[in-house]
């Protein structure tokens, strides 16, 4: 059995789309083709059936990050703002194609049936649910985020001053023992 030192490379990951400078590292450059890769998806998608839900309509940080096998932790602003920042603007912009695609669906003049209204109508709560849900998961987040470190600070400083208090108490203690044993010798 031959052993190469070509069978223990990484392949080159390819990329369709120029990579931008900025993406420097191989988990940046997977997602980075994972972004643009569903973008592309999305907006083919987007050309043929309006009807989709809005979580269907945009990408996910989240989808991103599986399709590319890395945790979702890793698309966060703090690690990767860039990657999240494209993510945005992807968002925005199939979010304006939307508008753009949809408002040129014109109706042709007839009544919608009633069957045809009822679904319509649970598609728009269904839509209006994620996006209520989006909102709170945000805010959630943020609230997290903003909250925790003022937390881990002042348990910092409860800690500190309970480690002050446990040392004086401890010197009070030893002082009594001694006091205890001369005592206990002059008796």
Same mark, same amino acid.
């Given at each position: ?59 996910? $940080?989240?989808?991103?990050?599986? @399709? #590319?096998?890395?945790?979702? *932790?890793?698309?966060? !602003?703090? %690690? +990767? ?53 989006? $909102?709170?998961?945000?805010?959630? @987040? #943020?609230?997290?985020?903003? *909250?925790?470190?003022? !937390?881990? %600070? +002042? ?33």
């Amino acid at each position: 059995m031959v052993i190469r030192i070509s069978d223990f490379r990484k392949p080159i990951i390819a990329s369709a789309q120029p990579l931008p400078t900025w993406v420097e590292t191989p988990t940046q450059i997977a997602l980075f083709n994972a972004m643009i890769k569903s973008y592309d998806e999305i907006q083919s998608a987007l050309s043929g059936d309006l009807t989709q839900a809005i979580r269907d309509r945009q990408i996910s $940080a989240r989808q991103v990050a599986r @399709l #590319c096998n890395v945790s979702p *932790s890793t698309l966060t !602003v703090r %690690r +990767q703002p860039k990657l999240v920042a494209l993510l945005g603007e992807l968002n925005t912009n199939l979010g304006e194609l939307f508008k753009s695609l949809n408002s040129k669906k014109g109706t042709s003049g007839r009544k919608l049936t009633k069957q045809e209204l009822i679904k319509e109508n649970h598609r728009l709560k269904n839509e209006n649910e994620t996006l209520r849900n989006l $909102a709170l998961t945000e805010g959630v @987040l #943020c609230w997290i985020n903003h *909250s925790l470190p003022n !937390v881990t %600070r +002042q348990n910092a400083i409860t800690i500190a001053k309970l480690k002050e208090e446990i040392m004086h108490k401890d010197e009070v203690i030893s002082n009594q023992a001694e006091q205890n044993r001369k005592f206990i010798e002059s008796l």
